[in-house]
């Protein structure tokens, strides 16, 4: 069915290409969720509205994602790549001058059943996924995954202060961000893993690695 479920495609007939594999490649009931979204990091730059001279890449050498852009005679530069070693993300923003990044960081989850807090230095967010009604049975799934997330901020100078559930950073010349992730999910049958301890513990072990360290 193969064959046919790719002519299916390349005709553009994709439900009934979508149908077929439903009918003959999945088991019945479904024993693969769905894969799910968990998080976006929320940088807001005020004033930098009216970027100019924006230019970005992705080096497939060093995996790492660069953008940069000028606000009047500054340059700012933002790095970000995922280490499978130390199993973090790593943004790291930057300026030319000494003391122009303003950024406030926050969380955005979508699913409901979620707590989130700001402390000093660090974003803290926890939940479990919603459940939802799936298409085609027409029946309630029920989600038993937990996750949480623990992100760190270490500004190079300037104030950093907490505003509700987001971090505001003011007059620095550089910020590393390092981000963990983590589910209570151990193998298809074990689902005990405690996801804020295995934050902890993988901020722990990345807690005194520069960006340099990180990316070496």
Same mark, same amino acid.
């Given at each position: 069915y193969l064959d046919t479920i790719r002519q299916l495609l390349f005709d553009g007939e994709q439900k009934n290409a979508t149908? !077929?594999?439903m009918e003959k490649f999945? $088991?019945?009931? !479904?024993?693969?969720?769905?894969?799910?979204p968990f +998080?976006?990091?929320i940088m807001s730059?005020?004033?930098?509205e009216k970027a100019t001279e924006y230019y970005r890449d992705l080096?497939? @050498?060093t995996g790492v994602a660069t953008t940069t852009y000028k606000i009047d005679d500054v340059t700012f530069t933002r790095q970000v790549f995922a280490t499978a070693v130390d199993d973090i993300l790593v943004v790291q923003l930057s300026c030319d001058q000494p003391g122009k990044i303003d950024v406030s960081l926050g969380l955005e989850c979508p699913h $409901? @059943?979620?707590k989130q807090r700001a402390e000093k230095g660090e974003l803290h967010l926890k939940g479990q996924v919603s459940d939802y009604i799936h298409e085609r049975e027409k029946q309630k799934r029920v989600s038993a995954l937990k996750f949480a997330s623990l992100i760190s901020a270490e500004p190079d100078g300037g104030d950093m +202060?907490?505003?509700?559930d987001n971090l505001e950073i003011k007059g620095a010349t550089s910020v590393l961000i390092k981000i963990t992730a983590a589910t209570n999910y151990v193998n298809y049958r074990d689902i005990s893993a405690y996801p804020p301890r295995l934050c902890i513990d993988k901020m722990?072990?990345?807690?005194e690695k520069s960006f340099d360290q990180l990316l070496a």
């Open positions: 149908d !077929l594999a999945m $088991s019945q009931p !479904l024993g693969q969720e769905r894969y799910q +998080a976006d990091l730059f005020p004033g930098h080096n497939l @050498e $409901s @059943e979620i +202060a907490v505003n509700g722990n072990d990345v807690k």
